[in-house]
C-alpha cells in the first residue's frame, strides 16, 4: 500500500516551453502532497506543501508564478515549470501524507528534467 | 531555522567494514526518519524514530534518536556493495527537513 507514482518519469524539453509533471497516489487518499527539488548529489529541498482544494504554500525563494503547482484532487497533484530554463534541470520528487497521525509521507518515484 | 547537519557526506569502504552516519541539530523534532535513495529514484523510507533513546535495529542496521530528540546516528555493520546509496535523515517539525545526505559507497 500507500504508493506514490510520478509522471513522466523523464522530460527533456527547450528553454522557454512549460513543463508539467503529475504526482498520484495510488491507493490512497492523499490531503496533503510535497513537492521537492533535488541537485545531483545533494539532499532533497523543499519547494511547496499543497493541500487538496487551497493553494500551495511555498518556501522561501521559491518562485509561485514559476512553478504552478494545482492539487485538484485528493489523488493528483501537478507541477508545472513554466517558461523553463536550463538552471531547472533538476530531479523532482513528489511525497504524499494521508494525513494519518504518524504525518508519513510517501515519495514518488521522481522526475528528471532536463531543459536544454 | 531547523537544520540537520549530516555527516560524512561521502563514505567509501570496503565490503565487511563498519560505518556510522551522524545527523545532528539544535533544534527539536518529533520523530526522525532515515532514508535510502538509489539513482534516479525517490527515496525509500527505512526507519523511523519517535521517543528520544530510541533504538531500533533493521538487519544490519541500527538506529539510534538522541535522548534530547535533536540528533540520530545510523550504524551498519559489515557493509555489503548493496548498502551503496544515499542515506538521508529527515526531521519532523511541521515539515521534514532534510540533512545533506551521505552518499555511501561500499566496494567488494
Known amino acids: 500500500g500507500a504508493v506514490v507514482s510520478q509522471h513522466p518519469s523523464r522530460v527533456i524539453c527547450k528553454s522557454g516551453t512549460s513543463v508539467k509533471i503529475e504526482c498520484r497516489s495510488l491507493?490512497?487518499?492523499?490531503?496533503?502532497m510535497f513537492w521537492y527539488r533535488q541537485f545531483p548529489k545533494q539532499s532533497l529541498m523543499l519547494m511547496a506543501t499543497?493541500?487538496?482544494?487551497?493553494?500551495?504554500?511555498?518556501e522561501q525563494g521559491v518562485e509561485k508564478d514559476k512553478f504552478l503547482i494545482n492539487h485538484a484532487s485528493l489523488t493528483l497533484s501537478t507541477l508545472t515549470v513554466t517558461s523553463a530554463h536550463p538552471e531547472d534541470s533538476s530531479f523532482y520528487i513528489c511525497?504524499?501524507?494521508?494525513?494519518?497521525?504518524?504525518?508519513?509521507?510517501?515519495f514518488g518515484p521522481g522526475t528528471r528534467l532536463t531543459v536544454l | 531555522t531547523q537544520l540537520l547537519e549530516q555527516s560524512p557526506q561521502f563514505l567509501s569502504i570496503q565490503e565487511g567494514e563498519n560505518l556510522t552516519v551522524y545527523c545532528n541539530s539544535s533544534?527539536?523534532?518529533?520523530?526522525l526518519q532515515w532514508y535510502r535513495q538509489e539513482p534516479g529514484e525517490g527515496p525509500v523510507l527505512l526507519v523511523t524514530?519517535?521517543?528520544?533513546?530510541e533504538v531500533k535495529k533493521l538487519k544490519r542496521l541500527t538506529f539510534q534518536f538522541g535522548d534530547a530528540r535533536k540528533d540520530s546516528s545510523l550504524h551498519i555493520t559489515a557493509a555489503q556493495p548493496g548498502d551503496t546509496g544515499l542515506y538521508l535523515c529527515?526531521?519532523?517539525?511541521?515539515?521534514?527537513?532534510f540533512g545533506q545526505g551521505t552518499e555511501l559507497s561500499v566496494k567488494p
Open positions: 511525497s504524499a501524507s494521508d494525513g494519518g497521525g504518524t504525518d508519513t509521507q510517501y
Open positions: 491507493d490512497f487518499q492523499a490531503t496533503t
Open positions: 499543497s493541500n487538496e482544494g487551497s493553494k500551495a504554500t511555498y
Open positions: 533544534s527539536v523534532f518529533s520523530s
Open positions: 524514530v519517535v521517543t528520544g533513546g
Open positions: 529527515a526531521g519532523e517539525g511541521g515539515k521534514l527537513i
